[in-house]
């Protein structure tokens, strides 16, 4: 099962500015979607059925802001995790490690 991890950096061209309230309307696209996501504080982690899936939910993520916003720029870090022999979720991930943990 294909994921990816994004960092989206919207650029506002304004100092001192936060950027959750951004944040928070790509999140709402993802509940809206019904994607299987997980929020950390730096990125998120989105779980895919398909690698076709994942660059669509990439790409909508991507330009949702420049679509509702008129920002002059975003930065975009994406990290995709294809692995093809198993089936494995997230959270299987973070077991396997907690598992091994003494």
Do not use: W
Request: aromatic fraction near 6%; include cysteine.
């Amino acid at each position: 099962m294909p994921m990816f991890q994004i960092t989206i950096i919207p650029i506002t061209g304004k100092t001192n500015i936060g950027v959750s309230d951004y944040i928070a309307e790509i999140i709402q696209f993802l509940k809206e979607s019904k994607a299987d996501y997980t929020l950390t504080p730096t990125a998120t982690v989105v779980n895919c059925d398909t690698i076709e899936e994942c660059f669509a939910t990439m790409y909508k993520m991507h330009t949702l802001l420049f679509d509702r916003h008129n920002l002059p720029r975003i930065i975009t870090n994406i990290m995709i995790d294809d692995r093809r022999d198993i089936k494995a979720t997230p959270q299987d991930k973070i077991r396997d490690v907690e598992d091994k943990l003494i």
